[in-house]
């Protein structure tokens, strides 16, 4: 007995750990993502299956070089990359020039991500980032849309799909404007039916509010998202519109359409709900919900732009610091002292 | 899990790990025998070191006293075994560090008869009397922390006890002690009771079990003396409910004040093995000579509850109880609080409750990510602390502001936090490191 050496590990409790680690939450992201990924393609053909492989794999390849530069061991099995190249995908209109999504997922990951430490560090949404990248720089792609269930749209591909960089872009015939659009420009509402289903133009991801608001009760369900942050967001948009359409009915959209349209679901359901830019607390997240959606009704009924949803959702990121040291839990045994 | 917390009171947030305790739960207290030698610690309690009486090559009986109280903040040791003193010296504690112990080599066939001293008569002795007799009995906080008992029932200067709470909670995963001690021990529970309610002057007792061991709270309900100012009420199983604290809010819905004591809510706690012994040795005037601990976990071949002397050396008690080859990593207490040990050659001592063994498979080391702010330890936390931020600020050595800013001297470690967090981060551990420093600081200003 006494000549058999053994090595004990002294380590501090507690010595047992619940399940899932971060790799586990980040990929069920992706597995709820992953439907919506689907519908995309499904809806918008070769040119979406393209645009997010793009997306996804210029996101990964950046943070794998970056860490390679730095001498540092590679992150992107923590599959945090992978959600922020699938989510970046799903925001880009379909048939954007590949040689353009692939820049916004560099710049998102470089610039939003690495530069401020990696995950965890990351004060904004690093795929909405990419994103404002490409809606600054490139504002003319950015909102040309194709229409969803066009016939031949897994034969062929849109001539700006494989646009050479830095040429402008030519676009077919056939414009698929969203219902954002449509109703700030033409006045003419969609059927809150067909925005539920997703049989509408937009962004790749964003059209079938059915499919993506499953994926947020699956996350909710598996405690790996704060359903806090998008019911405050959805509620507020639907109260704060409904107000204003009972209002002036000609001027401001019913709260349905409001709520369905654009990027709202996606922004509100897999965007604001980024666990390392929205505020820690319960309250904090309710707070940050709703000025999300107080920011996205005043920038899509004044703004320039139909839809807000972005640059809502960075503000609100900006603020989450912010949030979290006014809003915070009352430690035990100190009610009624400071 | 929500019909439990509906119907069982408990406190807020907290964790559910396995519980883990089927193994042992029903396996009757065994008697553990004496190891060739046994080594008694003069400090095994927090507060002063005991002062040795005894002197080296002299015989002891069991249950004769070794050491006495030095000052209030200490308590006596007893001889674990008739046996001859072999030495007093330096001997490895759980920390690591040295501290002075007796060192007893027991005589061939030493019996378990234990030497009786002046009892401690309940009708007739006053408050003062019964602390007195405590200290003498050498007794501590049998559930883990090893506070000196007399100090916890002495009642601060204008305040008063109005209830008195049994913890028979051990939400602990894998530790039966409370559970069998709860089965076997009733009329020395219920001594124990009438000796605290004497010594606090509580109106009432509350003995708290959890709701895993219902069948323990029906029998103690049974078997309550009717004179006996007491009741047995169940809380939700969940961890950390044995916290005083959590205890407290869960069965009276009161909180102690931040850097309180229960004494500022009119309780005091006391464990349940603890009180058993309470009941169990004043009446004789005996001293603890022995506890009973779980010996547990995966890599133990004998698994049980055993009533083993104090100083019994760990290398001891593992080989009898049968270990695995793959032995990797033995904690004394659970695996949620419980400290890892550096070495098998540390005694058992008044405040181990149990020692736990993993093997190399079950102790895998988890990758750390970064914090992703998921906020599951805000949600475990029963303290309301935010972990989350209070590792940042650890990581940024910023120790003074996170116990101005956010209550780090309120965490008692109880490892919720870690124990949920997905990055795998040792918050416990750099919360323990921040203490420390905050504490030497300030001590030095």
Redesign the interface.
């Known amino acids: ?1 006494s000549e058999r050496r ?13 399940g ?6 980040m990929r069920n992201v992706v597995y709820a993502l992953l439907p919506v990924a689907a519908f995309a393609i499904y809806s918008f053909g070769l040119a979406a299956a393209l645009t997010i492989g793009v997306a996804v794999v210029s996101c990964i390849a950046t943070e794998h070089l970056l860490c390679r530069l730095a001498a540092a061991p590679s992150t992107v099995r ?1 599959w ?1 990359v992978t959600i922020t190249g699938l989510l970046y995908g799903l925001t880009l209109p379909p048939a954007l020039p590949l040689w353009m999504a692939a820049c916004g997922g560099f710049i998102g990951v470089a610039m939003a991500k690495f530069l401020f ?5 990351n004060a904004f949404n690093p795929a909405l980032v990419g994103r404002a990248f490409l809606q600054a720089a490139f504002p003319a792609a950015l909102t040309s849309w194709t229409p969803a269930f066009a016939d031949e749209r897994f034969l062929t591909l849109p001539a700006s799909t494989l646009t050479l960089p830095f040429a402008a872009p030519v676009y077919d015939g056939v414009s698929g404007a969203t219902p954002l659009a449509l109703f700030k420009f033409e006045d003419r509402l969609t059927d809150t039916g067909d925005l539920l289903l997703g049989l509408t133009s937009g962004s790749a991801g964003e059209t079938c509010a059915l499919l993506i608001l499953a994926g947020g009760v699956y996350l909710a369900a598996r ?1 790996m998202l ?1 359903w806090r942050i998008p019911a405050a967001i959805l509620a507020t948009v639907a109260l704060v519109s409904w107000a204003a359409h009972g209002l002036s009915p000609q001027d401001y959209p019913p709260a349905g359409f409001m709520v369905f349209s654009g990027g709202l679901m996606l922004g509100a359901v897999f965007m604001a709900t980024d ?4 505020p ?2 319960h309250a904090g997240c309710v707070i940050y919900g709703v000025l999300i959606g107080v920011l996205v009704c005043m920038i899509r009924f004044w703004g320039g732009m139909p839809e807000g949803v972005m640059y809502a959702i960075l503000l609100a990121n900006a603020v989450s610091p912010h949030i ?1 040291s006014l809003v ?8 009624g ?1 400071q | 899990m929500f019909r439990a917390l509906r119907s069982q009171r408990s406190f807020a947030h907290g964790v559910h790990p396995p519980q883990a305790k089927d193994d042992t739960r029903d396996l009757p207290i065994k008697q553990f025998p004496f190891a060739p030698v046994m080594i008694v610690p003069l400090s095994q309690h927090i507060g002063k070191p005991a002062l040795p009486v005894v002197r080296e090559g002299q015989e002891v009986e069991r249950g004769q006293l070794l050491a006495r109280p030095d000052g209030f903040m200490s308590v006596a040791m007893h001889a674990p075994a008739s046996a001859v003193v072999q030495r007093i010296a330096l001997a490895p504690g759980i920390s690591g560090k040295m501290t002075q112990a007796i060192f007893l080599k027991p005589f061939p066939g030493s019996s378990q008869e234990v030497s009786e001293g002046e009892p401690c008569e309940l009708s007739s002795a006053t408050p003062e009397d019964i602390l007195l007799a405590i200290q003498q009995a050498g007794i501590v906080g049998l559930g883990g922390a090893a506070f000196p008992t007399h100090v916890k029932l002495k009642v601060p200067a204008g305040k008063s006890i109005d209830t008195l709470i049994i913890n028979g909670v051990e939400c602990e995963p894998y530790l039966t002690t409370d559970h069998r001690v709860m089965v076997e021990q009733q009329g020395d529970i219920f001594t124990g009771v009438r000796y605290l309610l004497k010594a606090t002057g509580a109106k009432g007792a509350i003995i708290a079990v959890e709701a895993n061991k219902l069948d323990v709270a029906a029998a103690l309900r049974d078997a309550l003396p009717a004179d006996l100012p007491a009741t047995v009420q169940v809380v939700a199983v969940k961890y950390p409910q044995g916290a005083e604290k959590m205890l407290i809010q869960a069965l009276l819905g009161r909180q102690v004040p931040s850097g309180g004591l229960p004494s500022d809510v009119d309780v005091v706690t006391v464990n349940v093995a603890t009180t058993a012994e309470i009941g169990r040795l004043l009446p004789h005037g005996r001293g603890i000579q022995e506890r009973v601990i779980t010996i547990g976990g995966p890599a133990i071949r004998k698994k049980g509850n055993y009533r083993i002397p104090i100083g019994t050396p760990l290398r001891f008690a593992l080989e009898y109880a049968g270990m695995d080859e793959h032995l990797s990593r033995v904690f004394l207490g659970g695996p949620m609080m419980g400290q890892a040990l550096p070495s098998l050659d540390i005694p058992i001592t008044k405040g181990t409750s149990g020692f736990i063994a993993f093997t190399d498979s079950q102790t895998a080391a988890l990758p750390e990510y970064p914090c992703i702010h998921c906020a599951y330890c805000v949600e475990a936390c029963p303290l309301f602390l935010n972990p989350s931020q209070l590792g940042l600020l650890a990581r940024a050595g910023q120790y003074e502001r996170m116990a101005d800013e956010y209550h780090l001297l309120d965490c008692f470690e109880c490892g919720s936090c870690s124990y949920v967090c997905p990055a795998h981060i040792p918050l416990v551990q750099r919360f323990r490191a921040a203490k420390t420093l905050v504490r030497k600081r300030r001590a030095a200003v």
């Open positions: 007995m053994r090595t004990l590990e002294i380590h501090t409790s507690p010595h047992i750990a619940s899932a680690g971060v790799d586990v939450i923590d945090s430490g990696g995950l965890g560090y405690r704060n666990m390392v830019a929205s820690i607390t979290d915070r839990p009352r430690v035990f045994g100190t009610r002292t």
